[in-house]
């Protein structure tokens, strides 16, 4: 069955960075685009970036662009999120998602950013 397990979450301080992954297991890895989004505290989830199954194409959300970075590594079945430049407003629960005929999530990271 298709599994997400995303690490890499914490606490950090605003300018800090992080590396989010992604495990993915039970499906063919690269023959999916994988996406990133977030839910912060009362508020919806929001899309952030989205990597193709290649790799070669990308694309973010207006609020991160610039700052973060999606990849992945089809040898590894895994895609990261390189988040860089961190703002309080980036604190939210990141998670992991690709879509086939039905949306699969994982249990999602805890990213904090505070002084």
């Known amino acids: 069955q298709v599994q997400l397990v995303e690490s890499g979450g914490g606490l950090v301080q605003p300018g800090g960075s992080l590396r989010l992954s992604c495990a993915a297991s039970g499906f063919s890895f690269s023959m999916y685009a994988m996406s990133w989004y977030r839910q912060a505290p009362g508020k919806e989830r929001e899309y952030v970036a989205r990597?193709?199954?290649?790799?070669?194409?990308?694309n973010y959300a207006h609020s991160v662009k610039g700052r973060f970075t999606i990849s992945r590594d089809n040898a590894r079945n895994t895609v990261y999120l390189q988040m860089n430049s961190l703002k309080p407003e980036d604190t939210a629960v990141y998670y992991c998602n690709v879509v086939m005929s039905y949306d699969y999530w994982g249990q999602g990271t805890q990213v904090t950013v505070s002084s």
């Open positions: 990597v193709t199954g290649s790799g070669y194409s990308t």
